[in-house]
């Protein structure tokens, strides 16, 4: 199956400061990278995706880039914001099933 | 509209109690998956829905694990003969169409399970 590696497992940032998350997947047939944001005690929300055709795709202060030959792709947030705090999980999947990665807790100080 | 909702959101039991967990996908969407989701790790794949049936039940993690989905709608994952270890938040998902090549999974609250 699917195997997901997610780095680091946890991010402290300075509010205003970039913040960057780094996932690997080893099927070179997976088509489709979203990006969850999980806030304590909610439900894993959809912050942005990224499909095989695209290398970057960016929605204000995200943006993801995706490099297929080496099999990994990326979340960038700028300008980062106390309200940014929150484990983001990546996932990868080429059908219909998604494969997590274990997620990175981001803390912003302000 | 309406997202996906589940209940209980909440459910403590006994070891060895069976435990019914529901999920009420977004209408119209055709996918429903199940994860579960122990303390501080991932989401782990249970089993995929297209309508009614399950063509991939890989996830579950012992046949004390079942579920099944009615009328492309409603699903419940029962878990019987319950143990410690299926302590978790159990989420359902749903998608518009048949999963993969960018249909996007849409997740419940979930359920958080605790066996005592």
């Known amino acids: 199956g699917e195997n997901v590696e997610q780095h680091p497992s946890t991010l402290s940032v300075q509010e205003g400061d970039s913040a960057v998350i780094k996932c690997t997947y080893s099927d070179s047939a997976s088509n489709y990278f979203p990006w969850y944001k999980q806030e304590l005690g909610k439900r894993p929300q959809l912050i942005i995706d990224?499909?095989?055709?695209?290398g970057e795709k960016k929605d204000q202060r995200i943006a993801v880039t995706l490099n297929k030959t080496a099999k990994h792709f990326s979340l960038h947030i700028t300008e980062t914001q106390p309200e940014d705090s929150a484990v983001y999980f990546c996932a990868v999947a080429n059908d219909y099933k998604l494969s997590f990665g274990a997620g990175t807790t981001v803390t912003v100080r302000a | 509209g309406a997202g996906v909702s589940q209940s209980p959101s909440n459910k403590v039991t006994e070891k060895g109690k069976d435990v019914e967990l529901r999920c009420d996908p977004i209408s119209g969407h055709t996918a429903l998956y199940w994860y579960r989701q122990r303390l501080g790790q991932g989401l782990e794949f249970l089993i995929y829905?297209?309508?009614?049936?399950?063509?991939?039940k890989s996830g579950l993690p012992s046949d004390r694990f079942s579920a099944e989905r009615t009328g492309e709608s409603v699903s419940t994952l029962t878990i019987q003969r319950t143990q410690q270890e299926d302590s978790a938040v159990y989420l359902c998902?749903?998608?518009?169409?048949?999963?993969?090549?960018?249909?996007?999974?849409?997740f419940g609250p979930g359920t958080r399970l605790l066996v005592l």
């Open positions: 998902a749903s998608s518009s169409a048949r999963g993969g090549g960018g249909k996007t999974q849409y």
């Open positions: 990224i499909r095989s055709n695209v």
């Open positions: 829905f297209q309508g009614n049936s399950a063509p991939d």
